[in-house]
């Protein structure tokens, strides 16, 4: 046994079980948020129930099973509630029965004890909404300028659904298209003509140019408008009468249904066609109902414009500040410093630097800029305000050490032996180092960048204090002048989690989009190194021969 122990043996086998059981702890809690987060997106069963309400009245439910909690039996007759003695466990059911506009909240947690019945719900019909969540109820006839539509029911809704989820399309594009720009023009103008007034060279003739011009547009947007009115109307012609669960006919306008699927009478193969649909619309649409409907497009697409700017802008910083710590500065005091202070920094809590970004590059920098180039917007500020581009640099300087470290690791690697052969064929130092010695620390440097993409990717306090709001209007980029606008405000998905989790109105309905947004957030984050790591691997083997 001491022979054993001597050996070594046991710390290997316990490193390698610590190392299985975090790998274990990961994979489980992975598993875990896409199990919570993807079921959320299955088409469940629709029950319809009959309950005794605590005042003895007895009313009907339709909803989805959402959660089960068992409760010891104990503690409800501690809070006064009637249970048989030989019941030790009772389950208390969380159901969501939307109709928003009808009730105060669409999830409520109902006793087992207080159902007196439950069956399917064969016909009943979930409708999706742009507002007030989903709808539960018997559909019952359409309406097409208040008169009822004769045919099959369900055939005709869904084309009718289409045409009006077609029209919103059209009247959306309209609206952020050609209104769009006639919009930026128009501000756009405004500027220029304020700019002229301030250096003290507008005059007559400039002022009519752009009072013309001016006019030219609203003209443009009048027409524009009038097209957009009429494509809102023509999505308002149709409506669908509805039973819900009070028994009352309820009219729901389709120009804000998105769809209408009946749940109970799909099989397995159906629901999961409706369950990469629902997906998919997770994905690529915008986000609804103060974020806890719809997709995360804009916070997906704000998260990784976001993270690839940083990467563009701590990269070159970060390799000429290793470049000249290991190269070219001398081993003194001053060196050493450097060095301490940059590993310090990697230690500050991510926050202080959100404060200092917020200071200075938003406040003293941003305003500067205002004051130098955009005077005319002002005080309106442009780029004086939190942005992406102040976002990117914020995380820049939070991921700098990190970029520094790897990168002077890397260089300290390479035998001197090759530097000083390169020197001895003729070589200068600045081409040593770019054909040689970059060359082969690219591996390292491509470390430091995924090490800065995965924390980056991950913070969200500084983000909170320099350019992340919870629903931006647009994207940084779009088809107006100069077609990327860094000083824009955007949604990033870490934000999107403690938005959706902690300041959700509806906890119950935000619980399972704050799964399916976190595994989202890790699958960006994984994708994002898995092709980091592609190039690095790639530049390992295209120079490996370098070291030999």
């Excluded at 909240?105 to 999706?128: K, N």
């Excluded at 700019?195 to 027409?223: C, H, I, M, P």
């Excluded at 802008?313 to 301490?340: K, Q, S, W």
């Excluded at 924390?455 to 983000?463: D, F, K, N, V, Y």
């Amino acid at each position: 046994m001491n022979k054993w122990f001597k050996s070594g043996s046991p710390w290997i086998w316990m490193t390698g079980g610590a190392i299985s059981m975090s790998l274990v702890a990961v994979l489980g809690l992975l598993l875990l948020i896409a199990w919570r987060g993807l079921t959320y997106f299955w088409p469940a069963t629709v029950y319809e129930f009959e309950m005794r309400r605590q005042d003895g009245v007895v009313e009907r439910v339709i909803g989805e099973i959402h959660d089960r909690v068992e409760i010891p039996a104990a503690q409800l007759r501690g809070s006064g509630l009637k249970v048989d003695e030989d019941v030790e466990f009772v389950n208390r059911f969380l159901i969501k029965t939307g109709n928003r506009e009808f009730v105060n909240l669409d999830f409520r947690w109902v006793l087992e004890t207080d159902i007196l019945s439950r069956r399917v719900a064969d016909d009943v019909a979930v409708i999706e909404r742009t507002k007030n969540g989903n709808f539960y109820g018997y559909p019952l006839r359409l309406l097409e300028k208040g008169e009822p539509v004769s045919g099959d029911l369900l055939p005709e809704l869904q084309s009718r659904i289409e045409r009006v989820v077609e029209l919103n399309e059209q009247a959306l594009d309209l609206q952020k298209g050609d209104i769009g720009r006639i919009n930026y023009k128009l501000e756009r103008s405004r500027l220029a003509e304020r700019g002229l007034e301030l250096d003290g060279t507008l005059d007559d003739a400039a002022r009519s140019r752009f009072e013309a011009e001016r006019a030219q547009l609203r003209a443009d947007y009048k027409v524009l408008e009038n097209d957009l009115f009429a494509l809102r109307d023509q999505a308002e012609r149709d409506a669908l009468v509805v039973r819900d669960m009070r028994g009352e006919e309820v009219t729901i306008k389709l120009n804000y249904v998105l769809d209408v699927y009946q749940p109970n009478q799909k099989n397995w193969l159906q629901k999961t066609g409706r369950w990469l649909v629902q997906v998919s619309k997770f994905l690529t649409d915008e986000p609804r109902e103060a974020n806890t409907e719809g997709g995360v497009f804009p916070a997906i697409f704000g998260t990784i414009f976001m993270v690839l700017l940083m990467a563009i802008i701590v990269t070159p910083f970060g390799v000429i500040a290793a470049i000249y710590l290991h190269e070219y500065a001398g081993d003194n005091v001053m060196t050493r410093l450097c060095r301490i202070a940059v590993i310090n920094l990697a230690g500050v809590p991510s926050i202080v630097y959100g404060v200092f970004g917020l200071g200075f590059f938003v406040y003293m920098v941003g305003g500067s800029l205002d004051a130098l180039f955009y005077p005319e917007a002002l005080p309106s500020p442009t780029f004086g305000t939190p942005g992406v581009l102040w976002s990117a640099l914020t995380l820049a300087l939070l991921t700098l050490p990190v970029v520094i470290v790897s990168t002077e690791e890397g260089l300290a690697r390479i035998p001197s032996a090759l530097r000083q052969g390169s020197l001895a064929l003729g070589a200068t130092k600045a081409e040593t180092l770019w054909r040689i010695v970059i060359p082969m620390a690219s591996p390292a440097i491509m470390t430091g960048l995924i090490l800065a993409i995965a924390r980056a990717a991950g913070e969200t306090a500084p983000l909170m204090l320099v350019g992340v709001v919870k629903l931006a209007p647009t994207l940084p980029i779009d088809g107006n002048f100069p077609f990327v606008h860094l000083e824009r405000k955007f949604m990033h998905l870490g934000f999107q989690i403690y938005d959706v989790g902690f300041q959700s109105p509806n906890v119950e309905a935000a619980r399972p989009l704050v799964y399916a947004t976190s595994f989202l957030l890790v699958t960006v984050i994984v994708t994002l190194n898995i092709t980091a790591i592609t190039i690095r691997n790639h530049l390992r083997e295209k120079y490996r021969s370098l070291e030999h």
